[in-house]
């Protein structure tokens, strides 16, 4: 009899434990509370710019009399009722390793009076962007409101 009691509360011991710890976890979790917020999932027409009136300047110096130090040009909302642009990123060759944005001030946006065209104007002389006969440049532009 005794054998068998003793084996019974080498039973009984580790269930109780895992009940007790169970019970202890359960109201734990119970007490945590999330505070009420919002998601949600939406979609929408990205219409995106028309890029017009590029200009380049040069630095006319005599060690790199062909090196881009300015770019100038004209955003205009693709769609009619599209809203004015206030942040441009601007880069050479698809090398976006080397970018001039407004994020970094390199980049001043104008707006143009009665229209939600910008002028924008890029300071890119950090990107080391050579002209010339045979150099030849894309300008990638990107741009959002």
Same mark, same amino acid.
């Given at each position: 009899?005794? !054998?068998?009691?003793?084996? !019974?509360?080498? !039973?009984?011991?580790?269930?109780? !434990? /895992?009940?007790?710890?169970? *019970?202890?976890?359960?109201?734990?979790?119970?007490?945590? /509370?999330?505070?009420?917020?919002?998601?949600?999932?939406?979609?929408?027409?990205?219409?995106?710019?028309?890029?017009?009136?590029?200009?380049?300047?040069?630095?006319?110096?005599?060690?790199?009399?062909?090196?881009?130090?300015?770019?100038?040009?004209?955003?205009?909302?693709?769609?009619? *009722?599209?809203?004015?642009?206030?942040?441009?990123?601007?880069?050479?060759?698809?090398? /976006?390793?080397?970018?001039?944005?407004?994020?970094?001030?390199?980049? /001043?946006?104008?707006?143009?009076?009665?229209?939600?065209?910008?002028?924008?104007?890029?300071?890119?002389?950090?990107?080391?962007?050579?002209? *010339?006969?045979?150099?030849?440049?894309?300008?990638?532009?990107?741009?959002?409101?």
């Amino acid at each position: 009899m005794r !054998l068998m009691h003793s084996k !019974l509360g080498r !039973l009984i011991a580790p269930v109780a !434990l /895992t009940v007790a710890l169970g *019970g202890s976890a359960y109201a734990f979790m119970a007490s945590n /509370t999330v505070d009420e917020s919002s998601a949600g999932v939406g979609s929408g027409t990205i219409t995106g710019y028309t890029v017009s009136n590029v200009q380049y300047t040069l630095s006319g110096t005599a060690n790199n009399p062909s090196q881009i130090t300015n770019v100038s040009f004209t955003l205009s909302p693709a769609d009619s *009722g599209g809203s004015a642009a206030d942040s441009v990123a601007v880069w050479f060759d698809g090398n /976006t390793a080397n970018v001039a944005s407004t994020a970094n001030s390199e980049c /001043t946006i104008t707006q143009v009076s009665n229209s939600s065209n910008v002028n924008v104007s890029c300071n890119v002389s950090s990107l080391n962007q050579q002209a *010339g006969p045979n150099a030849a440049i894309q300008l990638d532009v990107a741009a959002a409101h």
